[in-house]
């Protein structure tokens, strides 16, 4: 098998496909013989197996396996390291961490750390610019969002060294997704443009429908409502044609407030209702609390109160999305205000920890607050 080649194994039930992989790649250990691998045996194996044993793992990760993800990827660490590959470790500790990352659980080691210090030894800028990217991936789901900024900062700059535009394109992306959320909109709309171009360039419709996206939140956020919902309507079409079903029920839960903030408070709340029905039949559990809120926020400003309080306090208790409790300060803040209209005893401390949250998170306007008024 030469460099480059895909070979497919075919065989029935029972006869040994999997077991030879496994021996190959190290997950068994011979107990005679031995494995050669381009006809050499020791070190070079070593490396050779481990490469193959974590981008097996990879395989696992990207089809949402991550527990298959992270005991692979072990497999490629361990032989990596009897190889002596710093590389080999590095792309195994790689793997790990995107697996822990999207698992949610608790790393053993800060695997994520570990293989950015061996690229950066190593002088591998590209790979680099992946790890940092990853890591601010995590910094984003645990709240620290300062840090996130500056790791995808610094990984845009790396891919554009490197000349990746592909990859520039998506860290650019991501920074400006960040910054809509921290509500510092002056800052976003060039980012928008040059991620535009990028994705443009690379021939990358989803990420091109995706920026749309973030364009329409942007000027939604400002109070370009109109142009917001021309540029929402614009990426809804690119994105349906795509079948990427969990990116157009974000989309409508970006356009509900959009239309709830430009005071078609009927149109908004059905648009998010709608789009929460679609979100449980597709058990896309992260996208829930987000639309509860925004249902919750319309029927405030509607003056429809109880309702209000029912729907956001359901909210609290969805699943937890990656957005370091944003959406969970946003729900307190609005409880806050009806438990005062009840003159309740807990409306400060909701709102103490809701502004914990936001001033952690940097957030410096909240757009959707002006639903908190009746209309």
């Known amino acids: 098998m030469c460099a480059g080649e895909i070979l497919g194994l075919i065989g029935p039930n029972g ?18 013989g031995r494995i050669v691998l381009d006809g050499t045996s020791g070190p070079d194996a070593d490396a050779a197996r481990s490469r193959l044993a974590t981008r097996y793992g990879f395989g696992k990760y990207l089809q949402g396996k991550y527990r298959e993800a992270m005991r692979w990827a072990a497999i490629g660490a361990r032989e990596a390291a009897h190889a002596g590959d710093r590389g080999a470790v590095a792309y195994a500790y790689n793997t790990m961490h995107l697996a822990h990352l999207h698992a949610r659980q608790v790393e053993e080691q800060p695997y994520g750390e570990l293989a950015l210090a061996i690229y950066e030894e190593l002088g591998d800028l590209r790979m680099q610019g992946h790890c940092l990217n990853n890591l601010a991936i995590g910094a984003m789901q645990d709240g620290r969002w300062p840090m996130c900024a500056d790791l995808l900062q610094r990984a845009a700059d790396l891919f554009r060294r490197v000349g990746d535009a592909a990859n520039e394109a998506n860290a650019v992306y991501n920074r400006a997704d960040l910054l809509i959320r921290q509500g510092r909109f002056a800052e976003v709309e060039p980012l928008l443009a040059s991620a535009l171009r ?7 419709p989803q990420l091109v429908a995706l920026v749309l996206r973030e364009r329409g939140r942007m000027l939604s956020g400002v109070g370009r409502w109109e142009e917001a919902l021309a540029v929402f309507h614009d990426a809804r079409g690119r994105l349906e044609s795509l079948g990427v079903p ?3 029920i974000e989309l409508d839960g970006a356009l509900a407030e959009c239309l709830l903030l430009s005071g078609r408070l009927d149109e908004g709340s059905a648009v998010a209702t709608d789009a929460l029905a679609r979100a449980r039949a597709l058990r896309a559990n992260t996208l829930i609390a987000p639309l509860l809120r925004i249902q919750g926020f319309g029927l405030l400003a509607a003056g429809r109160h109880e309702e209000a309080r029912s729907v ?3 909210g609290l208790r969805s699943p937890a999305g990656a957005d370091g409790q944003q959406e969970l300060a946003l729900m307190m803040m609005a409880l806050a205000q009806l438990a005062d209209a009840r003159q309740a005893t807990d409306a400060a401390d909701l709102r103490h920890r809701s502004q914990e949250i936001l001033d952690r998170l940097a957030v410096v306007a909240v757009p959707a607050a002006k639903l ?3 209309r």
């Open 312 to 314: 956001l306090e359901a």
């Open 372 to 374: 908190m008024t009746s």
């Open 198 to 204: 990028a994705a443009e360039a690379v021939d990358d």
């Open 246 to 248: 969990q990116d157009v």
């Open 15 to 32: 006869s040994g496909k999997s077991t030879l992989i496994n021996v190959v790649s190290g997950y068994y250990r011979v107990d005679g």
